[in-house]
């Protein structure tokens, strides 16, 4: 008799795991249309594309999520750089022209504009904030530079909802910026799952919704930057897509 029921929650706990499985896979498939990688397009340069992190479509299909930190500081105006974003995967890639339309330091967060056709637009959660334990994925192009486009899906969990962090070398990199966020910082999700150098701007989506609940926007580092690929931390944060709401509300994207 024991023998038989311990058969049976192991058939009820393959079924389980198989489901979850399977639901994961159906939303990755669909989500991974809405990733795009971002970057610089320059013409006369060899290569003419870099990449510099991931974004996500929202809204009218031609607007495009990603942090703040991705976009270069400056574009090279006599080498005729410009923004891109890169639709589709591998070799396949095509590079779409960008304007930066909205931006939010503080959040770490900014909105493209692309130029030609629409892309499929991922659903944004409301502002709430999600429970601690809610299972969570993101899609990106980790290492994307070296990689390549190919996305790439991570899964974990929100272990806690936090008090935003603030990485520095020592003390004296601290700015009177970051002393004022210190003394009245934000929330941010922080997640058990690994993110790498490429992964900033990518979307983390509910694993069985598919809804965006937050944007990827950091890792913790054990050592130093370098080591963040070969002694990963397994520590991510996420800026709460509550952000992101206000600031299509005040640029008036929907």
Do not use: C, W
């Not at 970057?39 to 479509?57: A, E, I, Y």
């Not at 939010?104 to 909105?111: K, P």
């Amino acid at each position: 008799m024991m023998s038989l029921i311990k058969g049976m929650l192991l058939i009820v706990l393959t079924m389980s795991i198989s489901d979850v499985s399977a639901e994961l896979a159906d939303t990755v498939e669909k989500f991974k249309a809405s990733v795009v990688g971002i970057g610089v397009h320059t013409p006369t340069s060899r290569p003419q594309n870099t990449l510099r992190g991931t974004g996500f479509v929202i809204a009218d299909g031609l607007h495009v999520v990603t942090n703040n930190h991705v976009l270069p500081k400056h574009l090279e105006t006599e080498l005729l750089e410009k923004m891109a974003v890169f639709v589709g995967s591998g070799k396949t890639a095509k590079v779409r022209k960008a304007t930066i339309v909205a931006r939010d330091e503080y959040h770490d967060l900014a909105i493209l504009k692309l130029t030609g056709t629409p892309l499929p637009a991922s659903k944004l959660a409301n502002k709430e904030y999600q429970r601690e334990g809610s299972y969570i994925a993101f899609t990106g192009f980790p290492i994307g530079a070296i990689l390549g486009l190919y996305p790439v899906t991570h899964r974990g969990i929100i272990s806690s909802v936090t008090p935003v962090i603030i990485p520095v070398a020592d003390s004296t990199q601290i700015t009177p910026q970051m002393l004022k966020r210190m003394r009245n910082p934000y929330m941010v999700y922080q997640l058990d799952a690994t993110a790498y150098p490429g992964n900033s701007g990518s979307a983390m989506y509910d694993t069985k919704t598919g809804e965006v609940l937050g944007i990827i926007n950091k890792v913790f580092v054990q050592e130093s930057k370098e080591a963040v690929i070969s002694k990963p931390s397994g520590i991510t944060y996420a800026i709460p897509v509550k952000h992101l709401h206000a600031l299509m509300k005040k640029n008036n994207i929907n």
